[in-house]
Nanobody, 117 residues
Framework: QVQLVESGGGLVQPGGSLRLSCVGS????????MGWYRQAPGKQRELVAR???????TYQDSVKGRFTISRNDAKNTVSLQMNSLKPEDTAVYFC???????????WGQGTQVTVSS
């Protein structure tokens, strides 16, 4: 069993910054990719950013240049630095861990990010 615990969400004004962190624990034998997804009310969950084991990063177009994903495999952690936040970034952010290129993945419980003045 794998557990993912997110932290760092909260309320921030437009233009502000937040840093999300996710720590994985349990039966983690390999990690192909870790990433962050978000889901706003009434919308589908969407990829925000992902980083694979070789360091390749993928970002949603709307966050390029503002968000930066990083990971520490030794500590099974992934972080998301979010700068220049906009109201449209408001959502519940979920951490995701994919052990291999095939098969399923694990999810955290989510952390709320609210961007509002």
């Amino acid at each position: 069993q794998v557990q993912l615990v997110e932290s760092g969400g909260g309320l921030v004004q437009p233009g502000g910054s937040l840093r999300l962190s996710c720590v994985g624990s349990g039966s983690i034998f390999s990690i192909y990719a870790m990433g962050w997804y978000r889901q706003a009310p009434g919308k589908q969950r969407e990829l925000v950013a992902r980083i694979t084991s070789d360091g390749t990063t993928t970002y949603q177009d709307s966050v390029k240049g503002r968000f930066t994903i990083s990971r520490n495999d030794a500590k099974n952690t992934v972080s998301l630095q979010m700068n220049s936040l906009k109201p449209e970034d408001t959502a519940v952010y979920f951490c995701n861990l994919k052990p291999s290129i095939i098969g399923g993945s694990y999810w955290g419980q989510g952390t709320q990010v609210t961007v509002s003045s």
